[in-house]
């Protein structure tokens, strides 16, 4: 046990926001929490992390207890980086008892060349603690960790300060991986983060030697990652065993039987209540009418279900029937800009959509996505061809709702748009996706980024497009609208096409996967998960190529050694540890290649791969036992450097 919660409680302002709270996190636990926007989540991760207390009422409330091991690293409280250092120079700060070390064993070693041993129990101390420690390879885990972030070795001497604020982040979580917490706490991790990093991430935690708590709006972060999820609903925290897929689908049986049992509940107390009125005045059956109101008094009452608020009801349709090829795209680049400020993101791309087609477009940061989701509509110059057939009606969701007039309210927007709908018609269309209230008298510039959307889609149910062009359709969007979404665009049977970050999204609706690249695009005839499958085993083949790259060059190194020259007893002697510690290395290397060979062998077989749970641990450890492998790799090349 690394964390134990009992009975914690909170109010704001006379409104209690946890009730009774109770949790446990084990080690290795990876918990996702999750709940609607002010449900209380980021309160009770300040309430792990101390920043704020709970309410007492009793002694056996409000209690926070914690393992004498348990570390925490919380990735709000890493927001304050030195801005003053360099990357390299803050990342090393992680480590500095180890470089500190490291700085005492060269110095020892000098000390030895110009015979004086005074130092040598010592050095072999500390030799022994940064072996234990695996402090020889601090170097290797923090590129790793900045590559796997998204930073190159070419932004190592920057200074931090020099960085954007989404950048800024990705530092603080890589500082924070490096420190090695047992109890991780991340809120949000993966804003910020573009699509391969949030990849590198998840396959990090996978393995990360540590509890795992998160909280995160990226369900396919959270399938890919979690062994539970923990709801917090009405102050109370309910716990599912699995990933969010299973959550969602435990949470429905576990309504739908708890408003079974009040049901049936109900109808014995209607009948048990009935009885009664009709014998209690009867002499004789007073007495088993009497024995009846006991037991209603006894009776343990289930309480009346909770039924969240009405979810949006988004529908998209037409009127009007699409045709069967509806787009050809040959030949496009993808620009910005005009003149000697143009600069082309992509030379040339070619594609067609054909009716009832669900393409997802991906890709980097900038690479283009939103620009060629415009130059397809014809509002930005392009050269190519773009040619969209007869029949075909538009309607498009633009990212930041830049289509808004921002000085018009909710109700305004829509008036202005429909001048025939009536007052009650548009109030009705925006309570269909829960834009209610105040709200709707609200102008567009001052409601939030969700509300925007929402009231995008109102529109857009409208247009009647038999094609829908989105660009980046659910962010803003808490969990209960993407599903609403979700389920809007999976019924829909014109064509989508659609930029997204969003995995869950992609994995749901594309049918169809475009990636643009730096050198190119690439269109894949499948959707994401398969996609998926393709992406790791690209990575594999590239992460085997540099392995098979950096192993050459060492041996080119070994082979470019000047002649030895003569060494005192003592350099002989840290020699030979050298070449032992090198023998060792290569045996484990061995040893563990072994085991990857027998863990490949298993999964071929048919009570592995057909049994979903045991075959996904044997992957889980084929890459764990791969990424030993490549750390004792880099292990050998600083031993023979």
Same mark, same amino acid.
């Given at each position: ?26 080690? %290795? ?60 120079? =803050? ?12 700085? !005492? ?47 190159? %070795? ?12 989404? /950048? ?80 969602? !689908? ?17 109808? /014995? ?73 143009? *600069? ?10 054909? !009716? ?55 109700? /305004? ?11 009650? /018609? ?12 105040? %709200? ?21 149910m409208q247009e009647h497009g038999n094609v829908l062009i989105l660009d980046e359709p659910t962010n803003h969007l808490d969990l209960a609208s993407k599903e609403a979404i979700e ?37 894949? =005839?499948?959707?994401?998960? *398969? ?55 290569? =045996? ?16 071929? *077989? =048919? ?18 036992? *791969? ?15």
């Open positions: 046990m690394l964390l134990s919660l009992t009975n914690i409680n909170k109010f704001y302002n006379g409104n209690q926001v946890l009730n009774n709270i109770n949790l446990t996190v084990n080690e %290795n636990d990876r918990i996702g929490l999750v709940g609607v926007n002010g449900c209380g989540k980021s309160t009770l991760l300040k309430i792990i992390t101390g920043s704020v207390n709970p309410d007492r009422f009793t002694e056996r409330d409000g209690i926070v207890s914690f393992a004498n091991k348990t570390s925490i690293g919380y990735l709000e409280q890493m927001g304050s980086l030195n801005t003053d250092n360099t990357v390299i120079t =803050e990342m090393r700060s992680v480590f500095s008892d180890y470089y500190k070390a490291i700085d !005492r064993l060269r110095e020892i070693e000098a000390e030895i060349a110009d015979g004086n041993n005074s130092g040598s129990d010592e050095y072999m101390r500390l030799s022994s603690w940064l072996e234990a420690n695996d402090g020889y390879n601090t170097d290797v885990k923090i590129r790793m960790v900045l590559n796997g972030m998204g930073f190159g %070795n070419e932004e190592l001497e920057r200074t931090v300060s020099g960085f954007s604020g989404g /950048e800024k982040t990705r530092l603080a979580i890589a500082r924070l991986l490096l420190e090695e917490p047992n109890l991780l706490i991340l809120d949000e991790p993966t804003n910020h983060l573009d699509f391969k990093t949030v990849m590198w991430l998840e396959d990090y935690l996978k393995g990360y030697k540590g509890a795992v708590l998160i909280v995160s709006h990226d369900r396919y972060f959270l399938d890919k990652l979690c062994t539970s999820i923990c709801e917090i609903e009405r102050g109370a925290l309910t716990r599912y065993k699995g990933n969010y897929s299973a959550f969602v !689908r435990l949470k429905e049986e576990s309504v739908t039987r708890k408003e079974k049992e009040y049901e049936l509940q109900q109808k /014995e107390i209607a009948k048990m209540e009935d009885y009664v009125a009709k014998n209690l005045v009867r002499a004789s059956t007073s007495k088993s009418a009497k024995s009846r109101i006991k037991a209603l008094d006894k009776m343990e009452r289930i309480e009346k279900p909770f039924h969240e608020e009405k979810h949006a009801k988004i529908h998209f349709t037409y009127a009007m029937e699409p045709p069967l090829d509806v787009l050809t795209v040959k030949g496009a680049d993808i620009s910005v800009g005009t003149g000697e400020n143009k *600069k082309t993101l992509l030379d040339e791309i070619s594609f067609t959509a054909r !009716r009832g087609d669900k393409v997802g477009i991906i890709g980097d940061n900038g690479i283009g996505k939103s620009t060629l989701l415009k130059i397809i509509q014809e509002k930005l110059p392009h050269k190519g061809l773009i040619r969209w057939n007869s029949n075909v009606k538009i309607s498009y969701f633009e990212q930041e709702s830049a289509n808004l007039t921002k000085s018009l309210t909710v109700m /305004e927007e829509l008036h202005h748009r429909y001048p025939s709908m009536s007052e009650l /018609e548009v109030r009705s269309l925006l309570a269909q996706v829960r834009l209610t209230g105040e %709200n709707v008298f609200k102008e567009t510039g001052v409601i939030s980024g969700g509300e925007r959307a929402k009231l995008c889609f109102a529109i857009m389920e809007a665009l999976e019924e829909y049977t014109g064509t989508v096409i659609f930029v997204s970050h969003d995995r869950y999204l992609l994995s749901k609706i594309a049918d169809r996967i475009i990636e643009l690249k730096p050198n190119g695009s690439e269109i894949y =005839e499948f959707g994401f998960e *398969k996609y998926m499958d393709v992406f790791k085993e690209r990575q594999n083949a590239e992460r085997t190529a540099a392995e098979l790259e950096k192993q050459h060059k060492a041996e080119e190194a070994a082979k470019d050694k000047s002649a030895k020259v003569y060494k005192t007893k003592q350099q002989r002697s840290i020699e030979a540890a050298r070449r032992n510690q090198i023998k060792k290395t290569e =045996e484990e290397i061995e040893e563990l290649q072994q085991q990857l060979d027998a863990l490949n062998e298993e999964i071929t *077989k =048919e009570d592995v791969f057909s049994d979903y749970e045991l075959m996904n641990s044997k992957c889980i450890e084929i890459e764990k036992t *791969k990424q030993k492998i490549d750390d004792l790799f880099d292990v050998l090349i600083e031993l023979d450097a």
